[in-house]
C-alpha cells in the first residue's frame, strides 16, 4: 500500500506556511481541470481574494492537497433578494479544490464543512458559484444539499474570450 492509502487527513486552518504546499496543488487541478482557467502571476496570493477571512486546507500524510476560503463582503442582488443576506451577511465559497490524487476520499465535502461552519458561527449565507459543466463539483454541492439558485453568465471570461454558463447555490440553512 502507498503511503497515500494509508495517509491521516486533516482539515484545518491555513496557514501562511501551508501557501507554498496550496500552490503544488493548485499547479496540479490546473493541469488536470483547467482550475483556475487562467494560471495566475502570484498563486498564493490568488488564494487570498479580496474579501476573504478565513481559509482552511486539506493535508493528507503531511502534504497539502485541498484548500477552501470564505470571502465576505459580496454583492449578488440575486442571492440577496432571495435571503434578505446583504453584502454585510453574505459569504462566498471560494478557491475550493483537491489535488488529483488525494480525490475520492471526502476532501471537498469536509473543506465545504469546515467554511460552512465557518459562516453558521457568524450568521453569514454561504452562496458559491461553478461552471456549469464541472460535474464532480455539482455533484459534491448537491451531495451537500446545496441549492441550485441560478444559472447565468460567468462575470470573468476564459482564455478564449468566452463567458462561460456558471450556476449559482446556496449553502443549505
Known sequence: ASSRDTGKV????RAVEDLPG???????VHVANAYPM??????????????????????????????????????????????????DQLGMVSRLFIAPEARGRGLGGSLLGAGSLYASALGLQLMLDVVDDAGPAV???????????????????????????????????
Open 38 to 87: 487562467w494560471w495566475p502571476a502570484d498563486p498564493a496570493g490568488w488564494l487570498s481574494p479580496v474579501g476573504w477571512t478565513a481559509a482552511w486546507v486539506a493535508e493528507l500524510a503531511g502534504v497539502v492537497v485541498g484548500h477552501v476560503c470564505v470571502v465576505r463582503g459580496v454583492e449578488d442582488p440575486l442571492v440577496t433578494s432571495l435571503t434578505g443576506a446583504g453584502p
Open 139 to 173: 455533484a459534491l454541492y448537491e451531495r451537500a444539499g446545496w441549492r441550485l439558485v441560478e444559472r447565468r453568465l460567468a462575470d470573468w471570461t476564459t482564455p478564449q474570450g468566452d463567458r462561460l454558463p456558471v450556476r449559482i447555490y446556496l449553502a443549505p440553512r
Open 10 to 13: 486533516i482539515v484545518r486552518r
Open 22 to 28: 496550496c500552490v503544488r496543488a493548485l499547479e496540479a
